[in-house]
């Protein structure tokens, strides 16, 4: 099966806004990334920058994010992606409850803590706040950038 997720941009390309696309590009690759797991139920197992093209679209002339590497997806079934989709609104609010049930009904067990600042790689402050409401401090990238570079 050959799948192409594809979305179009609409950038000029001064000099003066590279960091402006560079955030429009993060920004409508994380949209791609949402759709296709919450909406569609695929993951690509392999998201790393080559295999991120980003293209002006020779019909169009537009500004095109495609994605590469299509040979290592994951459906996933119903169930899977609405308690998934669930955990997030869940972990976005700051829901414990919400966090804690949809976390154990993934597989996490007791492990749902850890299984959230994983998932998320935020703090458990931040996770039992909201993600949603808590800006990434310093502080924070700073510990988990320790901590990630520790355990190696």
């Known amino acids: 099966m ?8 609409d950038v000029a390309t001064s000099v003066f806004r590279r960091s402006y696309i ?13 759709e296709m797991i919450f909406v569609n139920g695929f993951v690509h ?21 495609v994605l ?3 040979g290592l997806y994951q459906v996933l079934n119903q169930d899977f992606r609405m308690d998934y989709c669930r955990l997030w609104q869940s972990l976005i609010k700051g829901d414990m409850k919400g966090i ?8 996490a067990g007791d492990l749902y ?5 994983v ?12 993600i949603g409401q808590t800006p990434v401090t310093r502080a924070e990238f700073g510990f988990l950038q320790r901590d990630a570079a520790s355990s190696q």
């Open 2 to 9: 050959c799948l192409m997720f594809h979305m179009f941009l």
């Open 22 to 34: 560079r955030e429009l590009i993060s920004r409508n690759l994380g949209k791609m990334y949402s």
């Open 45 to 65: 197992c392999d998201p790393h920058p080559g295999n991120v093209l980003v293209r002006k679209c020779p019909k169009s002339f537009k500004t095109e994010i």
């Open 68 to 70: 590469l590497d299509h």
């Open 100 to 107: 804690e049930r949809y976390s154990r009904r993934l597989g």
């Open 113 to 117: 803590p850890l299984f959230a600042c």
């Open 119 to 130: 998932l998320t790689a935020r703090s458990w402050a931040s996770v039992s706040t909201g």
